[in-house]
């Protein structure tokens, strides 16, 4: 089929490269000057494992193409995607701005070809409930062109993305045309499994699928956040509680692992975008609220617990923060822990030396040279007074630590994602502190500086 992306960011681009992995023909449209020369000498933007490989395959034969040209790229074009962002607004409402331009311009350059055939405009884009109708009255008042507007939210998690995309738990299509419905139909029929993995239902139930999923992910996080405060009260181990609940067959393992707190594009946005449309329903969702603020809470804990076992005050000891990155295997910082744990230990009079294997150029963007940047995580420990672990990359699991307490000035860790083993940690003379788990404490000779 021929398919059109608007805008080539993470989702657009995800989605559009995995189209054409599949035998479609797509053409991408990305305005960013800097961004479409990237993309169309062949170089991913973003990282994401094995999205490049499948890049250099799609542009090597023709099947993938970028431009900025909205009518070059709709021209005889049978499903459009709509991957623009829908940022939120101070008050919480989603700026449906760029999803109304977009979806304008393109049924302009539709029908100015005056095609009788139905084009199938699918918002990718997470957007609340009611956006979709909204989008398809207001098109329908400024285009006569032959249109139908489908929901088809998307479900990847940054570092599996590609295989998220070519191997769907499930895809849901929102919407009111049949005729659309089975063009999506078309489209994904090599990813559909099972019949039953492919969805159909009203725009509505599409959206708030989408936001419920992520809260409901958010929410499992948190509850186990939350538990590491009575774990650490009581001794108790987190990871044998989620071991325990877990193996629960109602429950399940996946998001169960506690850690400094949850960040990215999707479970920070969706879950605040959840409180909203709660509260323009007229309901206020203390489940909801209460995710969000388990969330903040534990990352100032995190911070907390630094200040409490440092062993010499925070003001002017250097803190070395390992991972900067929302999680391992992306060069995501939106809403990363990394951010808040590094900016309450500037606030707190410390020196902040960071680290990260692909975001370390981001993080640079905000807090420019308020932070010492290393591209070496035992560079980074040097002189250190403390190790803070933000970002479970398994790189960390692995580094020389013998050396690296030897080059502290007190071999401290506190882990943020429980990812270090215990006991290498003691082995190798380090007090170590995680999140709800028994802490290593031993007899510390702290160097002093020269």
């Known amino acids: 089929m021929e398919v059109t992306i608007i805008g080539c960011g993470y989702v657009g681009l995800v989605t559009g490269v995995c189209l054409a992995s599949i035998g479609h023909t797509v053409r991408g449209v990305e305005k960013d000057p800097r ?15 094995g999205l490049q490989e499948l890049m250099n395959e799609a542009v090597s034969n023709g099947s993938i193409t970028f431009t900025d040209d909205v009518k070059k790229a709709t021209k005889d074009t049978e499903i459009v995607f709509l991957c623009v962002g829908t940022p939120p607004k101070p008050d919480g409402t989603v700026d449906m701005t760029y999803l109304e331009t977009a979806g304008k311009e393109v049924c302009d350059a539709l029908a100015e070809m005056n095609n009788d055939l139905l084009v199938t405009i699918v918002v990718k884009s997470t957007v609340p409930a009611g956006t979709n109708r909204k989008l398809h009255n207001f098109l329908k008042s400024q285009t006569k062109a ?6 088809n939210p998307e479900f990847l998690k940054e570092g599996t993305a590609v295989q998220d995309c070519l191997n769907p738990d499930r895809i849901v299509i929102g919407g009111e045309s049949v005729e659309a419905f089975r063009m999506m139909r078309r489209l994904y029929d090599p990813l559909v499994k099972r019949e039953e993995n492919f969805m159909t239902m009203n725009w509505e139930s599409a959206e708030l699928t989408k936001y419920a999923a992520n809260s409901m992910l958010a929410a499992r996080i948190s509850f186990m956040n939350e538990l590491t405060i009575l774990c650490e009260h009581y001794g108790a181990d987190i990871e044998d509680i989620r071991k325990g609940i877990g193996s629960d067959s109602r429950i399940g393992p996946a998001f169960l692992r506690a850690g400094c707190g949850y960040g990215g594009s999707c479970f920070p946005k969706d879950v605040a975008a959840m409180e909203h449309i709660s509260r323009a329903a007229g309901h206020e969702s203390l ?3 209460a995710i969000q603020t388990v969330n903040k809470n534990q990352k100032k804990r995190f911070v907390q617990k630094i200040v409490e076992k440092l062993g ?6 250097t803190i070395a923060v390992w991972g900067l990155a929302f999680k391992a295997d992306t060069d995501d910082i939106r809403e990363s822990a990394s951010i808040d744990v590094i900016q309450y230990l500037l606030d707190a009079g410390a020196i902040v030396r960071a680290h990260d294997y692909k975001a370390l150029e981001n993080m640079k963007q905000i807090f420019k040279d308020k932070v010492e940047w290393t591209t070496d995580p035992v560079k980074a420990a040097a002189g250190a007074d403390a190790i803070a672990l933000c970002t479970d990359w398994p ?3 692995t580094q020389p630590f013998r050396k690296i307490a030897a080059t502290m000035n007190t071999p401290i860790i506190f882990d943020g994602r429980n990812c270090l083993n215990r ?4 082995e190798n003379g380090f007090q170590y502190y995680p999140m709800g788990r028994p802490p290593v404490e031993q007899t510390l000779r702290l160097r002093s500086r020269a």
């Open 35 to 49: 961004k479409l020369k990237s993309l169309q000498e062949g170089h991913c933007p973003i990282f994401e494992p």
């Open 146 to 151: 032959h249109f139908a507007v489908v929901s």
């Open 287 to 289: 489940f909801v609220s």
């Open 312 to 317: 010499r005050p925070i003001q002017g000891a």
């Open 395 to 397: 790189q960390y699991t």
């Open 423 to 426: 006991d290498v940690m003691r």
